[in-house]
């Protein structure tokens, strides 16, 4: 798999983060700066009016993620990660990098990705013992490629966190709550078992610059956004009736962006992190 062959929002968000001073040089494509520079007139525009951005929304689930995943860590409730659709973020690198042997940390995509992933990361040096990148089909129930082999791998004394960060909303509700049913199955086997995502809800995403932001998405990601579950009581109760233990919802805190703008409070509330726990004994 070359870089043009990697998803357009896999190579934007891969230039956000680097611009924003969270990622590694070798993560950056010139697609994804050109497409970075597209993207910036539509941000501005946007931020000036008070309409949402796709830059302000990103970098908020993004650092919300990263603070409830090192939190855990640091409580020492999880010592492996495992990223589903890791693309070209940064937060394999970053986090194998900052908590080094006391964490193992696997990126998983689909194997053309992967194989990208891990070659980018190998030329730079930034793969070590305890960071690996591996194939993986986030809808596969069982198999060489599926989560429920990949997690047979790990230890099982240790707590686990699954992340998917930019993928569920691109799925049909019957996909997205296969995938929930997999990833707490899979949880329960560990003492401590913490899912992080992003999640936009129906009813927090209506209005008229909402809707021309989802169009501006839609043809961006060249697919359709799905919006699953009309409330965040909906979206906790599929979580639980998926099987896991407790879920809760949060809002990010908007994020000031590199470009010195100011912090898009309308982006961060286009979404919510999903914090979903199975923890032994719950």
């Not at 010139?30 to 796709?54: C, E, K, S």
């Not at 999903?274 to 032994?280: F, K, P, S, T, Y």
Request: net charge positive.
């Amino acid at each position: 798999m070359g870089p043009e062959r990697i998803s357009p929002t896999a190579h934007y968000t891969g230039q956000c983060w680097l611009r924003n001073g969270l990622s590694h040089p070798a993560l950056g494509t010139p697609q994804g700066q050109v497409l970075y520079d597209g993207l910036r007139p539509f941000n501005a525009v946007a931020a000036r009016i008070g309409a949402p951005t796709l830059e302000g929304m990103l970098l908020a689930r993004h650092r919300h993620i990263d603070r409830v995943l090192d939190e855990a860590i640091a409580a020492g409730r999880v010592c492996q990660v495992v990223e589903i659709a890791a693309g070209l973020s940064p937060r394999g690198w970053d986090f194998a990098s900052r908590h080094g042997d006391a964490l193992s940390y696997i990126e998983a995509d689909l194997p053309g990705m992967a194989r990208h992933k891990e070659q980018l990361l190998e030329r730079a040096r930034l793969l070590g013992r305890n960071h690996r990148v591996v194939p993986i089909d986030a809808l596969a129930d069982d198999g060489p490629s599926s989560l429920a082999h990949l997690a047979s791998t790990l230890d099982p004394a240790q707590g686990l966190a699954i992340v998917t960060e930019g993928l569920i909303n691109y799925f049909p509700t019957y996909a997205v709550r296969g995938m929930w049913r997999r990833f707490a199955g899979v949880l329960k086997r560990f003492p401590h078992g913490l899912y992080l995502s992003d999640l936009h809800v129906a009813g927090e995403n209506r209005g008229i610059g909402v809707h021309v932001f989802g169009a501006v998405l839609s043809t961006f990601v060249r697919g359709r956004v799905h919006l699953h579950f009309d409330s965040v009581d909906e979206a906790r109760g599929a979580l639980e009736s998926a099987g896991f233990d407790r879920a809760t919802l949060e809002s990010p805190a908007p994020q000031r962006p590199a470009s010195g703008r100011r912090a898009d409070a309308r982006g961060a509330r286009l979404v919510r992190i999903v914090e979903a726990r199975c923890d032994r004994g719950a």
